[in-house]
């Protein structure tokens, strides 16, 4: 490209990093990803493990639109369990327990073999704009002006990043590299505003310190699926993970060590989440509780080092050891490295289009952590979302952008862009309205199509989605058009599988609506049905089994789109419109939804609020306005 | 003292174009603010930007003379004068509201004139010659509404006082403006926020230690919550009979004083009818008010069986309006023996429920209250003398009784609702219902928070807000969550 040195530069290596450098690359551009050190790229700095509700969602649809985070925790699994299998179809989440350095050194694999890209080790200090303000390429340390028609910023934790231990603290990133403070300075300069966020992490302890015999056994499952659709099911050689509990003596070490405690002398200034307290917020804040939980997890295949889930803190390490030795089986654990508390700074979200691309910067890109989220399924389908549309955006192509209805990617972008956040933002089933139809097992039935039509998902890979979404449909087909009889015979087989007999003819569909029948049950009375692959018979199953509350929520997304499909002008001046509260004024100057039910969503705009913009659109639309609506 | 908002555009190009483009809401409007008619004192008022010079161009101390000045919320006494004539119109007290501490939140000044249409619309003439616009029906609610003074449940409120009948139904409007109804749904929603955050909490936190949650305390609490919204609903239901009246109508054999009832009834409270537009005056109807229930009372001919043609179809057109009516007064003549034709009427208006007048109490009873209960299906047996006035406050309370008890089977902790407002508690009472059945029936708690959200949403659409962050801050607050 004319004066390029790539097409597009991504800077860091994280989970966004690695997404978005795979997406542009696969979508054929040429891209240049920056990072501070090659060992890093794909690291998981806090919990090893991936999934979980709304997380695992998140994954398979990753997975479902070309990108290659499920593929790569599939390959490098050490342990994998299905949870809230008895909570519903909607909530039905994998999680996974990573090998660590399998998976970063798969990652950096598939980085390695990938056409058009290429990994560079740098140290970025700037952004270079053009003179019509938009992005032109980034600046490193080392090379100084790097320039690319689009740049994504994918730098986590690493903006301003201070980390602490008790009453120490020190400038760094979270694997121990420099933090990134030019950068930061420099995005601030270009009128992006930045938020002060906190997150944590637990201490880490030898294997062989610690007495497993004290504690609950967790075991992984022999599963028929995994994380991605192109993956079979789950070995039977896991590795294990182990549960014990805080005690009395371990609250007491925390409560009289509090002095010492960051998080409460004042030291910490940032928002942490709250779905993810240290463990000294825990007791504080809910002294009734007699016991925490904390879970041992191993952070790679044989390895010598065990991550202690729940118990994240900032405490200084003598406390740490003292509390630590307080849990049955740790009595004697050697602490590897005390957990930590990092603040860093990151972009308020709000500063973001739905397509990832800042509004003030056109070509500059952001996501992942440094957009205010957390987790690492989060950043890699920001990265994915970016890359897309960093491609499509030097093609001159329309953004590509998932509604709310369509996938978790959707409800985590809109909420972002939309309400911001004033915490580091987690996926969680409850965040998605919609959460019936965008299950993880439908993942591919959603997305796939997208993902071919944007060029990430291979032919080879399109007809197999194919030939799966013909096996749904067709199944789904014909056990609606099966009539059962309503005779003795059938009354006889029904009463064998547990369930009443029928009142008249009924489909086979409808009687697997019956909560106590499944389709494995419904094998007695339905001897032609055809040999299915599971995943296929679980789609089919509870699209069938759930029809009822499936239709009450396409009415509920109908009810939605009502609001979503009443644009919003590009460029309206709020402080002309009449009826707005001046909260809803700055709001919507601000965030400039493209949509009024993108504008409902905005906290502080009322519904009277939304009354006025109706009444506005209304009145735009009698006057032939409507040309100038939408994006 | 400085008019208007602060609202100074840079007139850029953009800028502009949408200004012109409308949904200007910053003109002035002004209205007459009290029902038409005779009355003692009438309102004119102006709102908007313009409504304090508008108004100062009008108005001059009581010499006529000069032009007066309003104060910020002072009564001011003056004259209002045509501004191009200066020919004085009328009397009048003016009260300055300035923005945004008015109903509109934009500046608003009111003229107290002497009631009657003519003074009043010589002065709204005077106000719209300055200037200022015709209001639209509603509009100053609306524009309430729209500058957030107001919620939408409030906003209907407002129409509700102006409509109201009756010092009750003015009253139950009053209290849903101060937040009646949005407050006792706000109250059961956190409840819903509550369950939903339970159910929220086990799905997204399998591992926290959050508990599984109990199924039978969900279908209880969902049955509860229910049930209390259906409590709510039928207190609403209540607060329409204030707002909307009933009808009753007066049904007898001939000449057993049907009339001179329907006169009693209304001479005794014409002093309280209120003028409500659109009432047609004719001689067999009315409305009146007992015990703060607007009733609309409706004479009718008297039935008996006939042979003649005329008075068949009289007896056919009774026989309608006892179909139309919510209650029925079934007079009977005490002075005269219970007759075959008065217990035909009773057994008609047996199915329609309402009282039964025993009149002529002021002559020798010759039927006693006995004599009548048999036929009487339940209605209550009053006696009275239409002719004496005897009698008849008692009819009333049992009429005002019957038809609060008849439409809801409560009468205490009445709530007014709007027929929007009512099927949204509706609807919200049958999603829960919907949850409960499904817990029951063995649906997952996902497919249960499906319904309990659908009930949320319909409650939302009384309180105007959303529910989802609260969902999450409810989970944060109540549960430790954190591995």
């Given at each position: 490209?004319?004066?390029?040195?790539?097409?597009?530069i991504v800077v860091g290596g994280g989970?966004a990093g690695?997404?978005?450098?795979?997406?542009?690359?696969?979508?054929?551009?040429?891209?240049?990803?920056l990072t501070l050190?090659?060992?890093?790229?794909?690291?998981?700095p806090?919990?090893?493990?991936?999934?979980?509700?709304?997380?695992?969602?998140?994954?398979?649809?990753?997975?479902?639109?070309?990108?290659?985070?499920?593929?790569?925790?599939?390959?490098?699994?050490?342990?994998?369990?299905?949870?809230?299998?008895?909570?519903?179809?909607?909530?039905?989440?994998?999680?996974?327990?990573?090998?660590?350095?399998?998976?970063?050194?798969?990652?950096?694999?598939?980085?390695?073999?990938?056409?058009?890209?290429?990994?560079?080790?740098a140290h970025v200090v700037g952004v270079e704009v053009?003179?019509?303000?938009?992005a032109?390429g980034v600046v490193t340390r080392?090379?100084?002006?790097?320039?690319?028609?689009?740049v994504i910023i994918a730098t986590g934790t690493y903006l301003g990043g201070t980390i602490h231990?008790?009453?120490?603290s020190w400038s760094s990133g979270p694997q121990?590299q420099p933090a990134a403070e030019e950068l930061g300075h420099a995005l601030a300069k270009l009128g992006l505003r930045l938020a002060r966020f906190k997150t944590?992490?637990?201490?880490?302890?030898?294997?062989?310190?610690?007495?497993?015999?004290?504690?609950?056994?967790?075991?992984?499952?022999?599963?028929?699926?995994?994380?991605?659709?192109?993956?079979?099911?789950?070995?039977?050689?896991?590795?294990?993970?182990?549960?014990?509990?805080?005690?009395?003596?371990?609250?007491?070490?925390?409560?009289?060590?509090?002095?010492?405690?960051?998080?409460?002398?004042?030291?910490i200034t940032g928002r942490?989440?709250?779905?993810?307290?240290?463990?000294?917020?825990?007791?504080?804040?809910?002294?009734?509780?007699?016991?925490?939980?904390?879970?041992?997890?191993?952070?790679?295949?044989?390895?010598?080092?065990?991550?202690?889930?729940?118990?994240?803190?900032?405490?200084?390490?003598?406390?740490?050891?003292?509390?630590?030795?307080?849990?049955?089986?740790?009595?004697?654990?050697?602490?590897?490295?005390?957990?930590?508390a990092i603040e860093y700074d990151c972009l308020v979200p709000t500063e973001l289009?739905?397509?990832l691309?800042t509004k003030k910067v056109?070509?500059l890109f952001a996501a992942g952590q440094i957009n205010g989220t957390s987790?690492?399924?989060?950043a890699?389908?920001?990265?994915?979302?970016a890359?897309?549309?960093?491609?499509?955006?030097?093609?001159?192509?329309?953004?590509?952008?998932?509604?709310?209805?369509?996938?978790?990617?959707?409800?985590?972008?809109?909420?972002?862009?939309?309400?911001g956040t004033?915490?580091p933002?987690?996926?969680?089933?409850?965040?998605?309205?919609?959460?019936?139809?965008?299950?993880?097992?439908?993942?591919?039935?959603?997305?796939?199509?997208?993902?071919?039509?944007?060029?990430?998902?291979?032919?080879?890979?399109?007809?197999?989605?194919?030939?799966?979404?013909?096996?749904?449909?067709?199944?789904?087909?014909?056990?609606?058009?099966?009539?059962?009889?309503?005779?003795?015979?059938?009354?006889?087989?029904?009463?064998?599988?547990?369930?009443?007999?029928?009142?008249?003819?009924?489909?086979?569909?409808?009687?697997?609506?019956?909560?106590?029948?499944?389709?494995?049950?419904?094998?007695?009375?339905?001897?032609?049905?055809?040999?299915?692959?599971?995943?296929?018979?679980?789609?089919?199953?509870?699209?069938?089994?759930?029809?009822?509350?499936?239709?009450?929520?396409?009415?509920?997304?109908?009810?939605?789109?009502?609001?979503?499909?009443?644009?919003?002008?590009?460029?309206?001046?709020?402080?002309?419109?009449?009826?707005?509260?001046?909260?809803?004024?700055?709001?919507?100057?601000?965030?400039?939804?493209?949509?009024?039910?993108?504008?409902?969503?905005?906290?502080?705009?009322?519904?009277?609020?939304?009354?006025?913009?109706?009444?506005?659109?209304?009145?735009?639309?009698?006057?032939?306005?409507?040309?100038?609506?939408?994006? | 003292?400085?008019?208007?908002?602060?609202?100074?555009?840079?007139?850029?190009?953009?800028?502009?174009?949408?200004?012109?483009?409308?949904?200007?809401?910053?003109?002035?409007?002004?209205?007459?603010?009290?029902?038409?008619?005779?009355?003692?004192?009438?309102?004119?008022?102006?709102?908007?930007?313009?409504?304090?010079?508008?108004?100062?161009?009008?108005?001059?101390?009581?010499?006529?003379?000069?032009?007066?000045?309003?104060?910020?919320?002072?009564?001011?006494?003056?004259?209002?004068?045509?501004?191009?004539?200066?020919?004085?119109?009328?009397?009048?007290?003016?009260?300055?509201?300035?923005?945004?501490?008015?109903?509109?939140?934009?500046?608003?000044?009111?003229?107290?004139?002497?009631?009657?249409?003519?003074?009043?619309?010589?002065?709204?003439?005077?106000?719209?010659?300055?200037?200022?616009?015709?209001?639209?029906?509603?509009?100053?609610?609306?524009?309430?509404?729209?500058?957030?003074?107001?919620?939408?449940?409030?906003?209907?409120?407002?129409?509700?006082?102006?409509?109201?009948?009756?010092?009750?139904?003015?009253?139950?409007?009053?209290?849903?403006?101060?937040?009646?109804?949005?407050?006792?749904?706000?109250?059961?929603?956190?409840?819903?926020?509550?369950?939903?955050?339970?159910?929220?909490?086990?799905?997204?936190?399998?591992?926290?230690?959050?508990?599984?949650?109990?199924?039978?305390?969900?279908?209880?609490?969902?049955?509860?919550?229910?049930?209390?919204?259906?409590?709510?609903?039928?207190?609403?239901?209540?607060?329409?009979?204030?707002?909307?009246?009933?009808?009753?109508?007066?049904?007898?054999?001939?000449?057993?004083?049907?009339?001179?009832?329907?006169?009693?009834?209304?001479?005794?409270?014409?002093?309280?009818?209120?003028?409500?537009?659109?009432?047609?005056?004719?001689?067999?109807?009315?409305?009146?008010?007992?015990?703060?229930?607007?009733?609309?009372?409706?004479?009718?001919?008297?039935?008996?069986?006939?042979?003649?043609?005329?008075?068949?179809?009289?007896?056919?057109?009774?026989?309608?309006?006892?179909?139309?009516?919510?209650?029925?007064?079934?007079?009977?003549?005490?002075?005269?023996?219970?007759?075959?034709?008065?217990?035909?009427?009773?057994?008609?208006?047996?199915?329609?429920?309402?009282?039964?007048?025993?009149?002529?109490?002021?002559?020798?009873?010759?039927?006693?209250?006995?004599?009548?209960?048999?036929?009487?299906?339940?209605?209550?047996?009053?006696?009275?003398?239409?002719?004496?006035?005897?009698?008849?406050?008692?009819?009333?309370?049992?009429?005002?009784?019957?038809?609060?008890?008849?439409?809801?089977?409560?009468?205490?902790?009445?709530?007014?609702?709007?027929?929007?407002?009512?099927?949204?508690?509706?609807?919200?009472?049958?999603?829960?219902?919907?949850?409960?059945?499904?817990?029951?029936?063995?649906?997952?708690?996902?497919?249960?928070?499906?319904?309990?959200?659908?009930?949320?949403?319909?409650?939302?659409?009384?309180?105007?807000?959303?529910?989802?962050?609260?969902?999450?801050?409810?989970?944060?607050?109540?549960?430790?969550?954190?591995?």
């Amino acid at each position: 490209m004319g004066g390029h040195d790539a097409d597009i530069i991504v800077v860091g290596g994280g989970h966004a990093g690695c997404e978005a450098a795979l997406a542009c690359a696969r979508m054929g551009a040429s891209v240049l990803l920056l990072t501070l050190g090659w060992d890093t790229v794909a690291a998981m700095p806090c919990n090893p493990s991936i999934g979980g509700p709304g997380k695992a969602q998140l994954v398979r649809e990753i997975d479902a639109l070309g990108g290659e985070m499920a593929r790569n925790i599939d390959a490098t699994y050490l342990q994998m369990r299905l949870l809230n299998t008895g909570k519903g179809p909607a909530v039905r989440s994998l999680r996974a327990q990573a090998d660590k350095a399998a998976y970063g050194a798969r990652m950096r694999e598939v980085l390695r073999r990938e056409r058009n890209l290429a990994v560079e080790v740098a140290h970025v200090v700037g952004v270079e704009v053009g003179a019509d303000g938009s992005a032109r390429g980034v600046v490193t340390r080392e090379r100084g002006p790097v320039r690319a028609a689009a740049v994504i910023i994918a730098t986590g934790t690493y903006l301003g990043g201070t980390i602490h231990v008790g009453d120490r603290s020190w400038s760094s990133g979270p694997q121990g590299q420099p933090a990134a403070e030019e950068l930061g300075h420099a995005l601030a300069k270009l009128g992006l505003r930045l938020a002060r966020f906190k997150t944590g992490t637990s201490p880490r302890v030898r294997k062989d310190s610690v007495d497993v015999s004290k504690m609950q056994e967790q075991r992984g499952e022999v599963l028929p699926f995994g994380f991605s659709f192109e993956t079979g099911g789950t070995r039977p050689d896991q590795e294990l993970c182990w549960l014990t509990y805080t005690t009395p003596r371990t609250h007491e070490i925390i409560r009289a060590n509090l002095g010492r405690a960051p998080l409460y002398t004042g030291a910490i200034t940032g928002r942490g989440p709250r779905y993810c307290p240290s463990i000294e917020t825990k007791v504080v804040q809910f002294p009734a509780r007699e016991r925490h939980q904390v879970f041992l997890e191993p952070e790679t295949r044989n390895g010598d080092v065990m991550y202690l889930g729940g118990l994240s803190t900032s405490l200084p390490a003598d406390v740490q050891e003292e509390m630590v030795h307080s849990v049955p089986g740790l009595e004697d654990a050697e602490i590897v490295r005390p957990g930590y508390a990092i603040e860093y700074d990151c972009l308020v979200p709000t500063e973001l289009l739905p397509s990832l691309e800042t509004k003030k910067v056109p070509g500059l890109f952001a996501a992942g952590q440094i957009n205010g989220t957390s987790g690492y399924e989060e950043a890699a389908s920001q990265g994915l979302i970016a890359g897309i549309n960093a491609v499509l955006k030097i093609r001159g192509k329309e953004p590509f952008v998932l509604e709310r209805s369509e996938a978790y990617i959707g409800v985590l972008i809109d909420d972002l862009v939309t309400k911001g956040t004033c915490e580091p933002y987690r996926m969680m089933t409850s965040r998605a309205e919609y959460r019936l139809t965008l299950r993880q097992d439908n993942a591919d039935l959603r997305l796939t199509e997208k993902g071919h039509g944007l060029g990430l998902v291979p032919e080879e890979r399109y007809e197999r989605f194919l030939a799966r979404r013909r096996l749904v449909r067709d199944e789904i087909e014909r056990l609606t058009g099966t009539v059962v009889p309503g005779d003795a015979e059938t009354a006889r087989m029904l009463a064998a599988i547990g369930t009443a007999p029928l009142q008249a003819e009924t489909s086979l569909g409808d009687l697997l609506a019956r909560p106590e029948v499944t389709y494995e049950k419904l094998a007695a009375i339905d001897p032609g049905r055809p040999v299915l692959p599971q995943d296929v018979v679980q789609v089919v199953e509870i699209e069938l089994k759930y029809a009822g509350y499936i239709r009450k929520q396409r009415g509920q997304i109908e009810r939605a789109r009502r609001l979503e499909s009443r644009l919003l002008p590009l460029h309206v001046d709020y402080w002309s419109i009449a009826g707005l509260s001046r909260e809803a004024r700055e709001k919507l100057s601000d965030i400039r939804p493209r949509s009024i039910g993108q504008a409902a969503r905005i906290s502080g705009v009322s519904p009277a609020d939304i009354m006025a913009l109706l009444a506005y659109v209304e009145s735009g639309r009698h006057r032939g306005e409507d040309s100038e609506l939408g994006v | 003292m400085k008019v208007g908002q602060a609202r100074t555009p840079k007139l850029t190009r953009g800028r502009e174009r949408v200004y012109m483009q409308g949904y200007a809401e910053n003109d002035t409007i002004a209205a007459i603010s009290t029902p038409l008619g005779e009355g003692g004192i009438g309102i004119v008022r102006i709102s908007g930007p313009r409504a304090l010079e508008i108004a100062s161009r009008l108005f001059r101390d009581p010499s006529g003379k000069r032009h007066r000045t309003l104060k910020p919320w002072g009564l001011r006494y003056g004259i209002v004068v045509d501004p191009e004539t200066g020919e004085e119109i009328d009397e009048a007290l003016a009260s300055a509201m300035p923005a945004p501490h008015s109903f509109t939140r934009e500046d608003v000044v009111e003229f107290s004139c002497h009631g009657g249409i003519g003074p009043l619309s010589r002065v709204l003439d005077a106000v719209l010659k300055c200037g200022a616009r015709l209001a639209q029906p509603g509009e100053f609610t609306r524009r309430a509404f729209l500058s957030g003074r107001i919620d939408l449940a409030q906003a209907e409120a407002v129409i509700e006082i102006v409509r109201a009948r009756t010092d009750s139904a003015r009253r139950l409007a009053l209290a849903n403006l101060r937040g009646g109804l949005s407050a006792a749904v706000v109250s059961i929603r956190d409840d819903v926020v509550a369950l939903l955050a339970e159910l929220e909490a086990a799905v997204d936190f399998p591992e926290d230690d959050v508990g599984e949650p109990d199924h039978a305390a969900i279908t209880r609490q969902a049955r509860e919550t229910a049930s209390r919204l259906r409590g709510l609903a039928a207190r609403a239901r209540c607060g329409r009979v204030y707002r909307d009246g009933v009808t009753v109508a007066i049904v007898g054999r001939p000449n057993v004083g049907k009339s001179s009832l329907l006169n009693a009834l209304l001479g005794r409270s014409r002093a309280i009818v209120t003028d409500v537009p659109g009432t047609t005056r004719d001689a067999v109807e009315d409305w009146t008010n007992m015990r703060g229930v607007p009733v609309r009372l409706v004479d009718t001919a008297g039935l008996r069986e006939t042979d003649d043609p005329v008075e068949r179809l009289g007896v056919e057109r009774t026989r309608e309006r006892l179909d139309e009516a919510d209650l029925a007064i079934v007079v009977i003549d005490g002075s005269e023996p219970l007759s075959d034709g008065d217990v035909a009427v009773l057994r008609r208006a047996s199915g329609k429920g309402g009282a039964v007048a025993l009149n002529k109490s002021d002559l020798p009873p010759k039927v006693s209250e006995s004599d009548v209960v048999p036929h009487a299906a339940g209605m209550p047996v009053v006696r009275v003398s239409a002719k004496a006035g005897a009698g008849i406050g008692s009819l009333e309370g049992t009429i005002a009784r019957l038809a609060v008890g008849r439409v809801a089977g409560v009468s205490e902790g009445m709530v007014m609702a709007t027929a929007r407002q009512q099927e949204a508690l509706e609807r919200a009472a049958a999603a829960l219902d919907e949850a409960a059945r499904g817990v029951d029936g063995g649906a997952p708690l996902d497919l249960a928070a499906i319904d309990i959200r659908e009930a949320l949403f319909w409650l939302d659409q009384i309180t105007g807000r959303s529910a989802s962050d609260e969902v999450l801050d409810k989970i944060f607050s109540e549960f430790c969550i954190g591995k």
